[in-house]
């Protein structure tokens, strides 16, 4: 089990207006609704524990990829250009998916991702503490506060996954 976790800062009512009522926007698009990630502590634990290969090896290639790009397919580009208004009010975002002279990327682009590179590099050299305790949980609690998110150091050091047993069972037929 690797789901996000609420940061520690989290209380029952912050997704509440000053009427009492669920606010849909903070829900939607603010810092506020985001959880602490899982995502990377987990697929390092089954690769730990399940995998027959060394991380840097199963990363390989989505670092290539960051570097060298991508060819933006047809879906892909409709879908940064439809939501182009709202992917780009955040400044990182913003330079993420757009050219570097700021146009948006069009079918058959080549998009490259340097930065989503580097991260992978220092995850990938030396695994989940890259993200959960060196420079890209600082660079993750500087953007949260920045975006008026609740993140801090140690909402992402304490990230745990749980191992859970399976439930089993037999099911008769009708």
């Known amino acids: 089990d690797f789901r996000e976790m609420a940061p520690g800062l ?8 000053s009427q009492g009522e669920i606010d849909s926007e903070r829900i939607r698009r603010s810092w506020l609704s985001v959880g602490v990630p899982g995502n990377v502590a987990g697929l390092c634990y089954l ?4 995998g027959q290969l060394t991380l840097s090896q199963v990363m390989q290639p989505a670092i290539t990829m960051a570097e060298k790009g991508i060819m933006v397919e047809p879906y892909l580009a409709n879908a940064m250009h439809r939501y182009r208004t709202i992917l780009t009010e955040n400044k990182a975002t913003k330079k993420m998916l757009s050219h570097t002279d700021g146009s948006e990327y069009r079918y058959g682009d080549i998009m ?14 030396q695994g989940p503490d890259a993200f959960y305790k060196g420079q890209l949980a600082k660079a993750i609690v500087v953007s949260s506060r920045q975006g008026g ?16 047993t399976p439930i089993h069972g037999k099911i008769d037929q009708f």
């Open 112 to 125: 490259k991702r340097p930065d989503l590179a580097k991260s992978l590099r220092l995850i990938a050299e």
């Open 10 to 17: 989290a209380t029952s009512t912050m997704m509440v207006n």
């Open 47 to 50: 690769e730990e524990h399940f």
């Open 149 to 164: 998110g609740i993140f801090r150091l140690e909402d992402l050091a304490h990230y745990r996954v749980i191992e859970r």
